[in-house]
């Protein structure tokens, strides 16, 4: 019954390493979106995908990229990670169109930087 | 930019009372989330709201959506304890394919 799938529930990283969480889907989904969630701030919109190799920022991408090269897999790519990154990451995927209009989330990542 | 509000932060209430939550969003939408999240864990799918004047109930927790006044309710009736969490709605945009989140309410219940 999983729909969308984060490869690690926890991660551990030093400052500088480039880390990739990966995100997959089984609903063929068109959108996938990645956030962080930190104590007092909601979820935070990193980036979006509303396409196979289409992206668009969300309202906080910097020190972050992404990359859907397939349509089920959405990953997100911290080029050198910093402590400040530490956080809770979550997945989602949802229907551009079509009648299904469920927004499933991952189980989340938690990162740490030290 | 779509800004979405949610209200109170904060909510404790006692159990067997009746409290309601509010999303207000300032752009139209096409659909309109509602997500539980429990301490540690991920979101939770609640309900999905399509149109103006829908309304879905589950249990104790009644959701619904003008889209009008562009806000939606979550009622939430005779609370017990099992309803303590941290609940979100979030606002999708069609044309832009975004998904955006209030800033959450985290209601406490006791007894």
């Known amino acids: 019954d999983v729909k969308v799938t984060q490869s690690s529930r926890y991660l551990v990283k030093r400052t500088g390493e480039k880390v990739f969480l990966e995100c997959v889907q089984d609903?063929?989904?068109?959108?996938m979106f990645w956030y962080r969630q930190d104590p007092g701030l909601g979820l935070r919109l990193i980036y979006f995908s509303y396409d196979v190799k289409m992206k668009e920022k969300g309202d906080i991408p910097e020190g972050y990229s992404v990359s859907r090269e397939k349509k089920e897999r959405f990953s997100l790519i911290l080029e050198s990670a910093s402590t400040n990154q530490t956080s809770m990451y979550l997945c989602?995927?949802?229907?551009?169109?079509?009648?299904?209009?469920?927004?499933?989330f991952g189980q989340g990542t938690r990162l740490t930087v030290v | 930019e779509l800004k979405v509000e949610q209200n109170p932060l904060f909510l404790s209430m006692q159990e067997g009372k009746n409290y309601t939550i509010y999303c207000n969003y300032s752009t139209t939408s096409d659909r309109l989330y509602w997500y539980r999240q429990d301490p540690g864990k991920s979101l939770e799918s609640l309900f999905v709201?399509?149109?103006?004047?829908a309304v879905k109930q589950e249990g104790r927790l009644m959701a619904s959506l003008d889209t009008k006044a562009r806000l939606s309710t979550l009622h939430i009736t005779a609370a017990v304890h099992d309803l303590s969490a941290t609940y979100f709605c979030a606002v999708y945009t069609g044309t832009a394919s975004k998904l955006t989140f209030g800033t959450g309410t985290r209601l406490q219940v006791t007894l």
């Open positions: 989602a995927s949802t229907t551009r169109l079509g009648v299904s209009t469920e927004a499933f």
């Open positions: 709201l399509l149109s103006n004047g």
């Open positions: 609903m063929d989904h068109e959108n």
